[in-house]
């Protein structure tokens, strides 16, 4: 059955949507164009908690309202004071990226307008992105004399090499969804009218497949750069004989053998 929940204030900071299997976290400061204060911080960790801590939920998708996906974190709040505001926000957010990392549902980063500072970073630790026509990144960070923050210095250089990375952090300029497609930082482009329709179809897919065996590729592949290929081996065998052991994996091989399309349960 469908269930759609939102907070109850269309005003927070964060919108937590419910769609089926479906969770979309929607960053709702359009005024600032989504940056990241310490409540928009904690209120995205709060929400990924109660989603990381529900298996009914088999994709995630991150949005944001208004003109543009995020222009980073809320400048106002590290200018009244730079070094608590920065630890306030980090630190929830921290916690929040490790979760997505680990839970087994696919996270889809939907962007549209601008993703810029930790917005680009939010944009690198999804599992798969989908852009709009139009939108433009920038790492900036060294625009305000700061390095950078909510993992971009661990994804950027596992997508882009040491080399590209260091140039996009450095010079800390603007490129095109073109640019960013062809470095293999995002996965689609389409035009802005069809980027809900496009991510909700992209979602019901992932939402409907074997989320066990999602969880463990996701694992396997963030880890793979930090592993000798004798750990990898290891991981990856324990990984395939945990999902050996899913209703999941036994409707697969039975469809297989039916030639069916198999009907996964998340389970």
Same mark, same amino acid.
């Given at each position: ?7 109850a204030d269309p005003t927070a900071p964060l919108l937590l949507e419910r769609n089926g299997a479906i969770a979309t976290l929607r960053f709702n400061r359009p005024e600032a164009l989504n940056a990241i204060d310490v409540p928009m911080a904690n209120a995205f960790l709060t929400a990924v908690q109660s989603i990381a ?11 944001? /309202? ?23 926000? #980090?630190?929830?957010? /921290? ?25 680009? &970073? #939010?944009? #690198? ?7 709009? +026509? ?18 971009? &210095?661990?994804? #950027? ?29 995002? /996965? ?47 991981? +990856? ?23 069916? &399309? ?6």
């Amino acid at each position: 059955f469908d269930m759609k929940t939102t907070a109850a204030d269309p005003t927070a900071p964060l919108l937590l949507e419910r769609n089926g299997a479906i969770a979309t976290l929607r960053f709702n400061r359009p005024e600032a164009l989504n940056a990241i204060d310490v409540p928009m911080a904690n209120a995205f960790l709060t929400a990924v908690q109660s989603i990381a801590a529900d298996p009914g939920v088999r994709a995630v998708v991150l949005r944001g /309202n208004g003109r543009g996906f995020m222009a980073g974190g809320d400048l106002a709040t590290l200018r009244a004071d730079p070094v608590q505001g920065a630890i306030d926000i #980090l630190t929830p957010l /921290n916690q929040a990226l490790q979760l997505l990392a680990q839970m087994n549902a696919p996270v889809i980063a939907q962007v549209h307008g601008a993703a810029a500072g930790a917005g680009l &970073s #939010l944009v #690198l630790m999804a599992d798969y992105v989908i852009a709009a +026509e139009g939108t433009r990144f920038n790492l900036a960070y060294i625009n305000l004399g700061t390095s950078c923050d909510v993992g971009a &210095s661990w994804a #950027l250089p596992r997508i882009v090499g040491v080399r590209k990375a260091l140039e996009i952090a450095l010079l800390g300029e603007a490129f095109t969804a073109d640019d960013a497609l062809r470095l293999g930082l995002i /996965n689609r482009i389409v035009p802005a009218v069809e980027l809900d329709s496009a991510t909700t179809t992209l979602a019901q897919r992932l939402a409907a497949g074997p989320t066990v065996a999602y969880g463990a590729m996701k694992r396997l592949m963030r880890a793979s750069m930090d592993r000798t290929l004798p750990e990898q081996l290891a991981a +990856e065998k324990d990984a395939f004989v945990h999902c050996a052991g899913t209703e999941d994996f036994r409707a697969g091989v039975e469809a297989f053998h039916q030639r069916q &399309s198999p009907q996964f349960v998340g389970r």
